[in-house]
């Protein structure tokens, strides 16, 4: 799995079939009315992967799809850091400045 994506479902367009439950029950639980609820997380391996897609391709409401993950504030990496500003601590020079470069964000 190169890029990683989250199951999603479109609640306006849900009827409550509960296919995708039957063929995914690792991200897909239903409610007490039969709608799919999905896990929030991305999708954890290829394994997952493949049983949320047939779930996708099975479901009658074109209800599910993925969307990609953007690398997030974890790509964030302290270059300088040091301990926490004071009232009146200098701008620049130890502890005053905690710096952040972020690599690969693409923006946006
Ligand atoms: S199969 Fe589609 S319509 Fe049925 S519960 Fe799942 S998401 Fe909803």
């Known amino acids: 799995m190169s890029e990683p994506v989250r199951l999603v479902v479109d609640a306006a367009r849900c009827d409550g079939h509960g296919i995708c439950a039957l063929r ?3 991200l897909v ?3 007490e009315w039969g709608y799919a609820g ?11 992967l ?3 897609r047939r779930a996708a391709a099975a ?6 799809s993925f ?9 964030l ?4 850091a040091g301990p926490p500003p004071t009232a009146g601590a200098p701008r620049n020079g130890p502890g005053a400045v905690v710096r952040v470069h972020n690599q690969g964000h693409a923006g946006g």
């Open 24 to 26: 995914c029950p690792e």
């Open 38 to 48: 999905v896990d929030p997380g991305t999708v954890p391996d290829g394994r997952v």
């Open 59 to 64: 479901c009658p409401a074109q209800a599910l």
């Open 29 to 31: 639980t239903l409610d």
């Open 77 to 80: 990496r302290v270059i300088r």
């Open 50 to 52: 493949r049983r949320a």
């Open 67 to 75: 969307v990609a993950v953007r690398p997030a504030p974890a790509d």
